[in-house]
């Protein structure tokens, strides 16, 4: 018979925890590639990105990410419609909701945050720290060390 000696143990291996997933409501062809290259980068992924707000809302429904990254301005629609459908039908509460805009203005970030967000960062001024706060809830996923809530970051674009 074979059978196994004592001494050796058995050891389970840790599944390396999933990463970071990130989805983009974007109309902007660059953005886009600037942000999926940041989110790769960073040691996330995209599991979606979408120009218009139908098309966002239902894919946030289905792929539930960790993180979203909302622009204003869209193809169709705008990020304030999506930010709305998430808040009022509780699509993915708990997905951090970052607004990255070119419309930067008091009022808008206002709104924003009562829609929901959790940061709001003017496009042409601010891209890096929202492509840092992605580098950071990607790590801190990596460690197990805290699951990304809304309360804790959120990034619109427009």
């Known amino acids: 018979m074979n059978e196994m000696p004592e ?11 999933e990463p970071l997933r990130v989805y983009v409501v974007e109309d902007s062809a660059i953005i886009q590639k600037l942000l999926a290259s940041a989110i790769e980068a960073a040691g996330a992924e995209v599991c979606g990105c979408s120009a218009g707000a139908e098309a ?20 169709s629609g705008s990020g304030l419609d999506v930010l709305r459908a998430l808040q009022e039908h509780s699509l993915v509460p708990g997905a951090v909701k970052v607004v990255l805009t070119n419309h930067a203005i008091v009022e808008y970030e206002n709104l924003c ?18 492509v ?10 990596r460690s197990g060390s805290a ?12």
């Open 56 to 75: 966002a809302i239902s894919e946030l429904f289905v792929l539930q990410p960790d993180l979203i990254v909302i622009d204003i301005s869209l193809a």
């Open 113 to 130: 945050r009562r829609l929901g967000a959790d940061r709001f960062y003017d496009k042409a001024l601010e891209i890096w720290q929202a």
């Open 147 to 158: 699951a990304p809530r809304s309360s804790d970051a959120a990034v619109a674009v427009s």
């Open 7 to 17: 001494s050796l143990s058995v050891y389970v291996v840790d599944e390396m925890p």
């Open 132 to 141: 840092s706060l992605i580098h950071k809830l990607a790590a801190e996923k």
